[in-house]
Nanobody, 114 residues
Framework: QVQLVESGGGLVQAGGSLTLSCATS????????MAWFRQAPGEQRELVAA???????NLAESVRGRFLISEDNAGNTLYLQMKKLKPEDTGVYYC????????WGQGTRVTVSS
């Protein structure tokens, strides 16, 4: 069973930066388009960024130009570099395949203060 473990969240002021990590128990990136999702308080989970196995990325319009999705060479860790953070970026961030193929992890909480 693939496990996904997100980390790197925290409290940051608006304009600050964070880098999130997602460690996977198996090398799953070659077979899947990986993605970061976030769930703001009281909202549904939404897609933030995706990275396919050809290296092509797709970012939600709200984060374009501020966030970057990448993976390590070993294919076991997914990253989300977040810059110029805004209060509306606050939420719990999760990684999974773009189709949510594997059990969801606990997520990592990001809080951006104004």
């Amino acid at each position: 069973q693939v496990q996904l473990v997100e980390s790197g969240g925290g409290l940051v002021q608006a304009g600050g930066s964070l880098t999130l990590s997602c460690a996977t128990s198996e090398s799953i990136f070659r077979e899947n388009t990986m993605a970061w999702f976030r769930q703001a308080p009281g909202e549904q989970r939404e897609l933030v960024a995706a990275l396919n196995n050809a290296g092509r990325t797709n970012l939600a319009e709200s984060v374009r130009g501020r966030f970057l999705i990448s993976e390590d060479n070993a294919g076991n860790t997914l990253y989300l570099q977040m810059k110029k953070l805004k209060p509306e970026d606050t939420g719990v961030y999760y990684c999974n395949t773009i189709l949510g193929r594997y059990p969801w992890g606990q997520g990592t909480r990001v809080t951006v203060s104004s």
